[in-house]
Nanobody, 121 residues
Framework: QVQLVESGGGLVQAGGSLRLTCEWS????????MGWYRQAPGKQRDLIAT???????NYSDAVKGRFTISRDNAKNTVSLQMNSLKPEDTAVYYC???????????????WGQGTQVTVSS
């Protein structure tokens, strides 16, 4: 099994910055694409950023130019640097990743528990 633990959420004023980090651990053979999702109250969970094991990134239009995703494979972490935050960025942010538990096995998808980000106006 694989565990993903997010940290770094909190309360920030509009225009401010936060950095989220997700650390993964457990028994697995290899990881693949990691992503950050967010879910605002009463809304669906949306994908906002992804990064492949090779470092290729992709962003949703809502965060492009303001958020930066990065990963450190040696430390088993993926981070989300969030700048120029807006009240509409308020949500629970979730880390997500795909892992192969044994060589030649299937890929499995895992979620973190989520971390709250609140942006005040």
């Amino acid at each position: 099994q694989v565990q993903l633990v997010e940290s770094g959420g909190g309360l920030v004023q509009a225009g401010g910055s936060l950095r989220l980090t997700c650390e993964w651990s457990g028994n697995f053979f290899r990881g693949n694409t990691m992503g950050w999702y967010r879910q605002a109250p009463g809304k669906q969970r949306d994908l906002i950023a992804t990064i492949t094991s090779g470092g290729t990134t992709n962003y949703s239009d809502a965060v492009k130019g303001r958020f930066t995703i990065s990963r450190d494979n040696a430390k088993n972490t993926v981070s989300l640097q969030m700048n120029s935050l807006k009240p509409e960025d308020t949500a629970v942010y979730y880390c997500n990743g795909n892992f192969m538990l044994r060589a030649g096995g299937n890929w499995y998808n895992y979620w973190g528990q989520g971390t709250q980000v609140t942006v005040s106006s």
